[in-house]
């Protein structure tokens, strides 16, 4: 299954790379949110779809993720179109038409001792609102469609999930004993005023074992988010994605 998580309209900021145009007026371009993953010698990387399906890529020389030493894995909208070639051990090839990369970062936990500092939590106070969400257990990615406000496009903006395990969390009086995994959503927009709205998406790296919270599908039904939104005038919302039943 593929999602299409409203990627039509990002098809314009893609960067296309270099397949024959005559190539792709024959076959079907599919779009979808996947993990690339670093490989070998030769195979220098691989991509893994959200329901586990894995692919070569048969013109992978047109194009080298930005790996680095922390990721080794990362995410991307991509473009392409299927080929009937086989690869050992994969589940079909593909060729990448266009690539979008979509930020990414780990899931971590806090305690009331990440609230203090210069760079602590009670920096982020911003508002965001949280549009849509789905989850990858292959790879165990939350992606978020994330709405904040801004007025300039130059400043930075950043948006943190974290896992409260201390004892003081701001939000405390929200959490319920129901069997979801509890997250926080916070937003750093440095001053910048709201005048207009945006539309992002980030991908959370969910590892049980860092975290310590065990098997995400044997122990929770789902994921709850709560954060301030924008649209309610800084209302603490609670935001829920229920896993999918097997």
Same mark, same amino acid.
């Given at each position: 299954?593929?999602?299409?998580?409203?990627?039509?309209?990002?098809?314009?900021?893609?960067?296309?790379?270099?397949?024959?145009?005559? $190539? =792709?007026?024959?076959?079907? +371009?599919? @779009?979808?949110?996947?993990?690339?993953? &670093?490989?070998?010698?030769? #195979?220098? *990387?691989?991509?893994?779809?959200?329901?586990?399906?894995?692919?070569?890529? $048969? =013109?992978?020389?047109?194009? +080298?993720? @930005?790996?680095?030493?922390?990721?080794? &894995?990362?995410?991307?909208? #991509?473009? *392409?179109?299927?080929?009937?070639?086989?690869?050992?051990?994969?589940?079909?090839?593909?060729?990448?038409?266009?690539?979008?990369?979509?930020?990414?970062?780990?899931?971590?936990?806090?305690?009331?001792?990440?609230?203090?500092?210069?760079?602590?939590?009670?920096?982020?106070?911003?508002?965001?609102?949280?549009?849509?969400?789905?989850?990858?257990?292959?790879?165990?990615?939350?992606?978020?469609?994330?709405?904040?406000?801004?007025?300039?496009?130059?400043?930075?903006?950043?948006?943190?999930?974290?896992?409260?395990?201390?004892?003081?969390?701001?939000?405390?009086?929200?959490?319920?004993?129901?069997?979801?995994?509890?997250?926080?959503?916070?937003?750093?927009?440095?001053?910048?005023?709201?005048?207009?709205?945006?539309?992002?998406?980030?991908?959370?790296?969910?590892?049980?074992?860092?975290?310590?919270?065990?098997?995400?599908?044997?122990?929770?039904?789902?994921?709850?988010?709560?954060?301030?939104?924008?649209?309610?005038?800084?209302?603490?919302?609670?935001?829920?994605?229920?896993?999918?039943?097997?």
């Amino acid at each position: 299954m593929k999602h299409l998580l409203k990627i039509a309209l990002m098809m314009i900021a893609a960067i296309t790379i270099g397949t024959s145009c005559n $190539e =792709n007026r024959t076959k079907t +371009t599919y @779009s979808t949110f996947l993990t690339v993953v &670093e490989g070998s010698w030769d #195979i220098p *990387y691989y991509l893994v779809f959200d329901d586990g399906t894995t692919a070569t890529v $048969e =013109n992978h020389k047109d194009w +080298t993720p @930005s790996f680095t030493e922390e990721w080794k &894995e990362l995410r991307y909208i #991509i473009y *392409y179109t299927e080929t009937d070639l086989q690869e050992p051990g994969y589940d079909k090839v593909v060729n990448i038409v266009a690539y979008q990369p979509v930020a990414i970062n780990k899931l971590v936990n806090v305690t009331d001792a990440d609230f203090t500092g210069d760079n602590g939590l009670q920096k982020f106070t911003a508002k965001l609102d949280i549009g849509e969400a789905f989850f990858s257990p292959a790879r165990n990615y939350l992606t978020l469609a994330v709405l904040i406000p801004y007025s300039d496009p130059g400043i930075k903006h950043t948006v943190k999930l974290v896992r409260h395990i201390g004892e003081n969390s701001p939000y405390k009086d929200y959490y319920m004993h129901d069997d979801y995994l509890w997250l926080e959503a916070y937003h750093n927009a440095n001053d910048d005023d709201r005048v207009l709205q945006a539309s992002t998406h980030l991908c959370i790296k969910i590892d049980e074992e860092e975290l310590g919270i065990g098997n995400l599908h044997t122990f929770y039904k789902g994921i709850k988010i709560i954060y301030p939104s924008y649209q309610n005038n800084g209302e603490v919302k609670v935001f829920t994605h229920e896993f999918a039943q097997h």
